[in-house]
């Protein structure tokens, strides 16, 4: 229905195809006005189709952090709060079009930010490994640590063999608290996805697409059947 009574114009684009907003407005400008944009704003974009998009190279691309935009990516989604992530995103915003990276990179709360995040890195991979079972072509892990949140990506990094990863992580919503079960494919494997995961989750009152699926449980026994 939202689809149907949406109209384009010019600031108004649908484009199923682009990975990122980010990149989609991008390419917009540059094309509908022929707006040239510095050199880093390219790299940008380009970057943002590759995290949106999940376009890696491969499972250990997910965790390389060579460019500057990565790390600033990792600070952000690494935040202790949200007062701290709109903070950063405030510098990032006012500064990445007049400052080149290297020298933002330098700044002391955006340093730190980055060292906090690659820290955080590091014990979820350290989490994974002691707490991630695998079974045929498929991994599970039960993420017990509610200050944890999944990175549904580092099974297949630490199990390149495998097809299937299914968690469960502990949501919580002011008071509540639910189980959310998350199944996924390993895109970068060299047997294909027979399995549409999204309509198989719907079956448990959730959802997704071919690649991706979830739903949640009110218990963690619930979860676990």
Same mark, same amino acid.
């Given at each position: 229905?939202?689809?149907?009574?949406?109209?384009?114009?010019?600031?108004?684009?649908?484009?199923?195809?682009?990975?990122?907003?980010?990149?989609?407005?991008?390419?917009?400008?540059?094309?509908?006005?022929? &707006? $040239?944009? @510095?050199d880093?704003?390219?790299?940008?974009?380009?970057?943002?189709?590759?995290?949106?998009?999940? *376009? #890696?190279?491969s499972?250990?691309?997910v965790f390389?952090?060579?460019?500057?935009?990565?790390?600033?990516?990792?600070?952000?989604?690494?935040?202790?709060?949200?007062?701290?992530?709109?903070?950063?995103?405030?510098?990032?915003?006012?500064?990445?079009?007049?400052?080149?990276?290297?020298?933002?990179?330098?700044?002391?709360?955006i340093?730190?930010a980055?060292?906090?995040?690659?820290?955080?890195?590091?014990?979820?991979?350290?989490?994974?490994k002691?707490?991630?079972?695998?079974?045929?072509?498929?991994?599970?892990?039960? &993420? $017990?640590? @509610?200050?944890?949140?999944r990175?549904?990506?580092?099974?297949?990094?630490?199990y390149?063999?495998? *097809? #299937?990863?299914?968690?469960?992580?502990?949501?919580?919503?002011?008071?509540?608290?639910?189980?959310?079960?998350?199944?996924?494919?390993?895109?970068?494997?060299?047997?294909?996805?027979?399995?549409?995961?999204?309509?198989?989750?719907k079956?448990y009152?959730?959802?997704?697409?071919?690649?991706?699926g979830?739903?949640?449980?009110?218990?963690?026994?619930?979860?676990?059947?």
């Amino acid at each position: 229905k939202w689809r149907s009574q949406f109209q384009e114009s010019e600031f108004k684009k649908w484009d199923v195809g682009s990975p990122s907003c980010c990149g989609l407005v991008f390419n917009y400008f540059c094309d509908k006005f022929s &707006i $040239k944009f @510095p050199d880093d704003f390219k790299v940008l974009a380009k970057e943002a189709d590759i995290v949106d998009g999940a *376009l #890696y190279k491969s499972a250990k691309d997910v965790f390389q952090y060579n460019s500057p935009f990565r790390k600033f990516s990792l600070a952000i989604s690494n935040a202790e709060s949200e007062k701290k992530r709109h903070d950063l995103q405030k510098i990032l915003i006012k500064n990445l079009g007049l400052v080149p990276e290297s020298q933002l990179l330098k700044i002391p709360v955006i340093k730190k930010a980055i060292s906090c995040g690659l820290k955080i890195r590091t014990e979820k991979l350290n989490y994974y490994k002691k707490h991630t079972t695998v079974k045929g072509n498929t991994s599970f892990i039960d &993420i $017990k640590n @509610p200050k944890l949140s999944r990175w549904h990506m580092v099974p297949y990094y630490l199990y390149p063999d495998l *097809l #299937y990863s299914v968690s469960i992580g502990i949501e919580k919503t002011g008071n509540s608290i639910a189980y959310h079960i998350g199944v996924g494919y390993n895109v970068w494997s060299k047997k294909e996805n027979n399995t549409h995961l999204g309509e198989l989750m719907k079956q448990y009152g959730g959802g997704g697409h071919k690649g991706v699926g979830a739903t949640q449980a009110k218990t963690h026994d619930e979860a676990l059947k």
